[in-house]
């Protein structure tokens, strides 16, 4: 993966450290900017975005050039791609930010103690975050409006092969933000291929980054996951479930199973396995399967799955806890909620997990057995995200358990103090 | 110090490994656990303190003759040193605990979606918390109590020198969890006082460990800080502030200085600098340094203060961030809020400042600007504790920015998962 670390080379420390300085400092001041400075930055950043249209799609004609001669596939090319649209979606992207509430100063809890004291509980930036991310080069738009309006200072670290489409857009925002009264360095974009950068960033370039969120696959998370000595927002994969239970509606669980795995297959709240409960495999596991078969999506099942439909694969030990992010689903028929909630805990990622079913007692126990950062009843797992939860836009899914959990939005990037208002108490 | 490890050894790796795993399972059963089973097994883990009170000193008198064979010196001895009321003084923090609202099943927030799903963010457990303390005894009880009401299993380390005490008392509470119908490993304290324990569980124990918890000095937290591979709530020291701003009240101003120097000088939230304001020195400062200093306290001043008293010793560059822990203080005018503020956050250490002024806005300045744990306005920096918060008892103070910050009780030590409860919906 282009974006990886070697080990860090002396040769851009000092560079790298420069940014980390700039990056605190800048933290300091944006910490204390008004939502109205902010929101008229983001405003600016998006007028410029379109204004640079032209010559942020020329940088991505040079990316695009240089990708396809190294071979890489058209997937790649399209995560690489921007056209007009796209600038434009990444506009809009900060106009809808500068809409968002404002969590810096936000009083998220008040109370008085007997003696008078007046406690507050505020919202507060984390201070500066860095941004590792690999191909798509409108992550650096959305991910810098989202840490400007939360008060942060950002490091984007793009990957080499949307470099250029990245700098152009890092250096268009981070000119607008000075002329709203805003630090230069709010956002500061990496400006180097090497790949050490990533090292340093891991290793929290001397205390100037206290979070790093990466953007990009499963080895690229695994990586950052495993090295960062500062905290990280990421979830490694989502391996959803559906488990239908036996009190569940037949056409209900058709029509969430659907969309859980087909609506988009290549996002981490699509559903990777479905459970079907003992009781009503007969009456629903053939239908749910003669769906998913006939809608275009690669069955593997357990035996009793494979009996249903003559189409079906065998599934393997290894598709259980595997996040296909495909048109292919593993089901298997359980022993009632116990064993479905075991599976769950075995072979999930704690990301989202759902149960269809009208029984609402069992619907409670899954609730609150399924230790994971979303639980659903009666509902897609494609609802694990920002927007759908009424967050506005989220900067990726965290399902580590410390801070943020769940989609990361704009509350997320923000930590909090307590306020303490006095008239001269002394404790006793 | 005795608890701090050395490299890990092969030895005792199969044992941790095992703690680590009848932890986590411990924690799977705890997290559902009812407020009542929780509340009535902290009840018997109380009376059986009081029970055992005699066994437990006698354990303790084991540890006091060993620990002054050793040649340690009083404050040790005292720290380690139970009696009756002591032990009756753990009981009662644990009824305490009990009485507190149960954290995990709390609705921290809900809403409806226009698609009608409704969303609620419930507070859950963190998992298992591994807490490293030195010759606190008391902590063993103290620990567990918080974190069996919190649904996490705990596993303690107890410092060598207070270890048959902590292990007599861990043993009567463990046991009695069962009694209650929770799981024996609730509570678990490592046996033995080999050194490496401490580097295995600051590496997680594969994945056991959640958070891990220090108490202890400022070498133990500095070499947690350093070496866990897990979260960790903490403060490595409070070096504390109290600013007395040009439009300070002189006789509130020597009522929160006595008291925040003075009240208890061992303490994190002790006051370690006093800042006082260049156009107040000439009225403030000489009351305020007599004051000090007749009341037992040495005043390490800057060359202004030195002139207002001449008791007043010669502030060095050390004394600037230094966490005196002692009758001692450091003083130096400043020029007004900026230098205030920027002395603060050059010197401090994110815990607790106060400012004292009857100037609204240059409090409001103070307050949004200082970037510490805790900010007070006219009230004393040694409210810095969980229990004047309101919050009940509390594991420690910690000054990161993630997750936890400031005084660290029931509800800090859960973290939250999404419930999502729909009638059907699918995203479109």
Known sequence: MSVLSNKPEASI???MLYIGRRAREAAHTLALASTEAKNEALERMAARLELSSGKIIEANRQDLEAAQNKGRDAAFLDRLRLDGLRVAAMARGLREVASL???VGKV????????GLEISRVGVPLGVIGIIYESRPNVTADAAGLCLKSGNAVILRSGSESFLTSLVIANALSEVTVASGLPEASIQLV??????????????????IDVIVPRGGKDLVARVQEEARVPVFAHLEGVCHVYVHKAADLDMAKHI???????RTGVCGATETLLVDRVVARTHLAPL?????????EVRGDPETQRADSRVKVASEEDWPKEFLDAIIAVKV???LDEAIDHIARYGSQHTDAIVTQDKQAAEQFLARVDSAIVLHNASTQFADGGEFGMGAEIGIATGRFHAR???GLEQLTTFKYVVRGKGQIRP
Not at 108 to 115: D, E, V, Y
Not at 191 to 208: I, N, Q
Not at 257 to 263: E, H, T, Y
């Open 13 to 15: 420390e000092p560079m």
């Open 101 to 103: 509430a404002d969590p």
């Open 108 to 115: 998220m809890a008040h109370w008085t103690r007997p003696n």
């Open 191 to 208: 400006p180097t291929v090497d790949r050490s950068a990533v090292g340093f960033m891991l290793g929290g370039l001397a205390g100037a």
């Open 257 to 263: 199973v659907l969309n859980a795995k087909l609506r």
């Open 289 to 297: 399967v003669e769906m998913l078969i006939e809608a275009g999506c």
């Open 334 to 336: 359980v022993d009632g």
């Open 406 to 408: 769940g989609p990361v």
